[in-house]
């Protein structure tokens, strides 16, 4: 996948075959985004070995073809996560459920979450599923926000649909804009 410039490349790729070394590295974005306030399913203080099992837990997932992987990367290492659950009841074979969108504390502000999502909808389409359902979880942060843009751990986005073509492969997603939900 192209890779962002900002104040360094990132690059986004889908992890097929996961190491103990990517264990380590997402286990440690994890334990960052808890602990930065983001909720996605985690108590704060998250012990590391809890989040490593989360990792190996979806390894596992990954390794059995119930979901896909995908991390954004900078030259430290992991820098973000997405995942999209593709073992859905067989009545829904057009779609996936995007969750656990996490980006440390350190490389937010970067667009790292946008590349992520336009990652997520390239490998959805690839995948033949036509709609990308995200996990709820919206996360009011002190100053009231709920935008990636202005603080916000994470946000609750509208489906995406992604469109129908002869050619799977110049078929496009169409995604909400990266702004909050909540009326002012």
């Given amino acids: 996948m192209p890779s962002q410039e900002h104040n360094r490349a990132i690059s986004v790729r889908r992890l097929t075959d996961v190491t103990e070394t990517h264990i380590s590295a997402m286990a440690a974005v994890l334990v ?7 909720s996605v399913g985690f108590l704060e203080p998250l012990d590391p070995a809890k989040a490593q099992a989360f990792w190996r837990e979806s390894a596992r997932a990954v390794a059995r073809g119930q ?11 992991i820098v ?20 656990k969108m996490l980006v440390p504390r350190r490389a937010r502000r970067q667009d790292i979450g946008r590349a992520l999502i336009v990652a997520a909808e390239t490998t959805a389409r690839e995948l033949g599923r036509t ?3 995200p ?13 990636p843009s202005d603080g916000g751990a994470s946000v ?23 702004t909050s939900n909540r009326r002012p």
């Fill in 67 to 77: 979901r896909a992987l995908l991390v954004a990367e900078d030259s430290d290492g």
């Fill in 80 to 99: 973000g996560t997405v995942q999209l659950i593709l073992d859905l009841p067989e009545n829904q074979p057009h779609r996936a459920n995007l969750t």
């Fill in 135 to 147: 996990t709820p979880c919206p996360a009011v942060m002190p100053n009231g926000s709920t935008s």
């Fill in 131 to 133: 709609l990308v359902v």
């Fill in 156 to 178: 609750s986005f509208p489906a995406m649909r992604c469109g129908r073509t002869a050619n799977p492969a110049t078929a496009r997603c169409t995604t909400a804009s990266w």
């Fill in 32 to 38: 960052d985004c808890v602990e930065g306030g983001a």
